[in-house]
């Protein structure tokens, strides 16, 4: 019964009179109208402008959040999250925290505990335009290797998502190659209708060639549709993932673009039906009709796809509309004459006949070609700065085809079109000479496959998704998603300006690591690393994002640094042992994250060669030491692991040096609760177990492993003191001085404090514990006030070799 009722539905159309063609044309119109004016972007193939936490990022703790923050709101149902570890296992748990039932820019996922190592967040969203969007998030936590991070690579798309995208991309071709047939049929059956009586037999080759260029191209164009909307509904459905297939298959019809992907099934199944009788039209206005049918179906097309509602809604659709018929005005026309090219009756014309005939269309061409080309550029330009804007030639894959895509037009298409109208077409009219011209087949040909070539490279740029980044679109989502909350909020790294204070970072609600990451590295760049160091310890007693985040935003400083600085030790002579040391180990391990080991005990002894010009100097002692606070962290904390690393170097001074900060990295790490060599029952281990070359820079930072169990009041120092008279005789001295950099960090060098801690030790070696007090303002202040201050606030007898250290220490400077 339904099969009867469709051939008869055929039947009636075919035979249909002329109102009810002008019905079916008014009614296509007002259905595109409608979808047109009803569009949302939130069909628009969408792009990803940021992520919390940021790609590649590495943390001391695992992220309990991940946050995409989209151009175009999304179906927070079609955001699917999988979470892969190193090894290529997937780790349950990620849930979805954004609120369904509305789009949002913003989606977050609650995140399971990661453990340590490096992981892929891998994300993907289908678009109801059916684009699959996808990416992936990678992190590193806790002491990864960054070269490890930086080329991890976890997200592999679906076999069938990439045949359904493959399948999606050819059904796009199709569709614009159907077309260009059925415009070029249209408009050559118009100009024939007017010249059939002045040169029927030239004139009857290009109609014949248009007749079958109709019934193909309409075919064509309704197997183009039905190919794409069923490539388009089935990655919706399979961009919900989770519910029952007949749900997601009814969310794709009804909340996608699935329903005018159907209205564009019917119209162009209704265009197809009509071919044959279009074809055999006798006049004009029915040619017209048809042609308007034709524009309201690219109308329901460009709806349907993210060109067009990327940037806007109703307007974006009708630019994409008027786009893509001047391109078939220009090729459809083009391809009929080739077609008609290669029939037996155009073969079997005279050539003056067959320079007639090319003349002929060329005559009527000429114009509309020139507007269809003045119509490409302005929609073509305003959509390229629209989608791409400042990326245009950031290489991404979008805009490689794009720039392909332009450069095919200016370099082949247009040339050739302006050459074949300066030979046949309206030029030739104006220069009133050489007018009716031999157009040369190959040269049109030429032109036929460069445009065909630019409507290829179309649908592959139709299929990529735009990478347009810039502090403009993030803004407008975030207030768009946040309201007064997001207004006039700094976009941190994603903007040419940093923030003026960390109190705009602290407002963020999106982008926060960036934006610190932007205030601090301007610090840097301004005043030096150590200054940024010194703004982050003191933040980080303020700024609760700061206080938790501490070690990771000096590591990054690190990193900063190096890129700043253009050399590693360079960047190391900067004092960086705030927040456990971070910094140091974002320096060391950007620059020998290349290296395996083998090849960093190679190129270990090179890194500080610059600042040793001046050896010895603290410039060089802190580029060497930083070097044992980072080839640490990258062992692991590997103490007796990083003993053959320093011993590369050859001078036993820059040995020492750089074990002394693998063991001040041991103490730290011992602080933050890391399993290390160190011991609670044993609080000198392990300056009682370590090479004899290395026990003195042991004392020099066990101290303060030992006040750490003790506590840093006077009972605490009383009983370090305690232990220290107990150690090797020759280490007293040693341990004494280091306890005095500790009583001076630990009351702000105050020298009443100074003189009164340092006297709870043995009379013998108490000048040691003031001289380390006293050194340490040097190290920390850069100068000697503060250290002149405390030797003259001791006893006379201890005073000399005070001002003496001072100096030697001030010297180094």
């Known amino acids: ?63 309990e959040q991940l946050t995409l923050v989209f151009a175009e709101a999304v179906d927070p149902r079609s955001v699917r999250l999988e979470i892969i570890s190193s090894g290529g296992g997937t780790i349950p748990g990620a849930a979805l925290l954004t609120p369904e039932g509305e789009d949002s820019e913003i989606i977050r996922f609650a995140l399971p505990d990661l453990g340590r190592g ?63 047939a059925a415009i070029g049929a249209l408009l050559v059956l118009g100009w024939h209708l007017r010249d059939r009586h002045s040169q029927p037999a030239v004139s009857g080759v290009l109609a014949a060639a248009a ?18 909307t069923a490539a388009t509904v089935a990655l919706i459905t399979r961009g919900y993932g989770d519910g029952s297939l007949r749900e997601n298959l009814r969310l ?54 993210h060109t067009s509602t990327l940037s806007e809604d109703p307007f974006g659709i009708w630019v994409s509309t008027l786009h893509l018929a001047a391109a078939g005005a220009w090729l459809g026309p083009l391809l009929i004459a080739g077609a008609a090219m290669a029939t037996p009756a155009y073969r079997k014309l005279t050539a003056p006949d067959r320079s007639a005939a090319l003349e002929g269309m060329f005559r009527r061409f000429a114009p509309v070609a020139a507007a269809s080309f003045a119509v490409l550029a302005l929609t073509g330009l305003r959509s390229t700065w629209l989608l791409a804007g400042t990326e ?272 001040m990295e041991n103490m730290i790490l011992g602080q933050q609760g890391t399993p290390t060599y160190l011991r609670t029952d044993d609080l000198v281990y392990p300056c009682n177990a370590i090479a004899e070359l290395y026990v003195a820079d042991c004392f020099a930072t066990q101290t303060s492993w030992m006040l750490h169990n003790t506590g840093y009041d006077t009972a605490g120092f009383y009983e370090v003191f305690s232990i220290c008279n107990g150690v090797r005789a020759d280490m007293v001295g040693n341990c004494y001085r280091a306890l005095g950099r500790d009583v001076s960090s630990s009351y702000y060098q105050d020298p009443a404090t100074i003189v009164r801690l340092c006297s709870l030790g043995l009379p013998a070696y108490q000048s040691d514990c003031y001289i380390g007090a006293a050194t340490n303002t040097i190290y920390n202040n850069h100068n000697t006030i503060q250290a002149t201050l405390i030797c003259e606030s001791i006893r006379e007898s201890m005073r000399q070799a005070c001002f003496q250290a001072r100096d030697e220490v001030a010297s180094t400077l």
């Open 252 to 305: 794709a019809l009804t909340e996608g673009t699935g329903r005018t992907l159907l209205l564009a099934v019917v119209g162009s199944g209704v265009l197809a039906v009509m071919a044959r009788r279009l074809a055999g039209a006798r006049s004009e206005i029915t040619l017209a009709q048809a042609g308007i049918g034709v524009v309201a179906l690219i109308a329901l097309g460009a709806s349907a796809s």
């Open 118 to 180: 490096i992981f892929g967040l891998s994300w993907v969203t289908v678009g109801p335009d059916g684009h699959r969007v996808a990416g992936e998030v990678v992190v590193g936590v806790g002491i990864v290797d960054g070269a490890a991070v930086a080329a991890a690579s976890f997200t592999q798309a679906p076999a069938l998502d990439r045949v359904l995208e493959l399948v999606s991309g050819i059904g796009r071709f199709l569709w614009y190659a159907g077309l260009a």
């Open 392 to 663: 245009l030639f950031k290489g991404s894959g979008y805009t490689t085809a794009l720039l392909v895509k332009l450069g095919l037009v200016a370099l082949v298409a247009v040339p050739l079109g302006m050459y074949h109208d300066w030979r046949a077409g309206w030029l030739a009219g104006l220069r009133r000479r050489n007018r009716g011209a031999a157009v040369s087949p190959r040269s049109l040909r030429l032109e036929l496959w460069g445009l065909g070539a630019v409507v290829a490279v179309a649908a592959l740029v139709t299929g990529l998704n735009p990478a347009s980044l810039n502090a403009r679109d993030l803004e407008a989502v975030l207030e768009e998603a946040n309201g007064d909350v997001a207004g006039g909020l700094d976009v941190g790294l994603l903007s040419d300006e940093p923030p003026a204070n960390a109190e705009e970072c602290a407002q963020r609600t999106i982008g926060m690591p960036g934006c610190y990451r932007s205030y601090f590295s301007s610090i840097m760049r301004a005043e030096g690393a150590d200054k940024a160091v010194d703004e982050v310890e003191l933040l980080s007693r303020t700024d609760d994002f700061v206080s938790r985040n501490c070690h990771q935003i000096v590591h990054d400083l690190g990193n900063d640094a190096v890129v700043w600085y253009g050399d590693v030790g360079t960047a190391l002579t900067y004092e960086g042992s705030a927040c456990w040391s971070g910094y140091y180990h974002g320096v060391v391990e950007y620059a020998l994250g290349q290296f395996d080991n083998t090849e960093l005990e190679a190129e270990l002894p090179g890194f500080c060669s610059e600042v040793a010009t001046r050896r010895y100097s603290f410039d060089h002692f802190n580029c060497v030491h930083g070097l044992g606070h980072g080839i640490m962290q990258i062992l692991g904390g590997d103490l007796f692991a990083t003993v053959p690393y320093c011993e590369v170097f050859s001078d036993p001074w820059e040995d020492s040096s750089c074990m002394n900060g693998a063991l």
């Open 1 to 63: 019964m339904r099969l009867t009722s469709g051939v008869s539905a055929i039947r009636l159309l075919r035979g249909a009179p002329q109102p009810l063609l002008r019905l079916a044309v008014v009614c296509l119109v007002a259905l595109a109208a409608s979808v047109g004016l009803g569009a949302s972007t939130a069909s628009a193939h969408t792009r990803l402008l940021e992520t919390v936490p940021a790609d590649r990022a590495v943390s001391a703790e695992a992220p």
């Open 211 to 228: 007749r079958r260029g109709l019934l193909v191209g309409a075919l064509v164009l309704h197997l183009a549709i039905v190919v794409r």
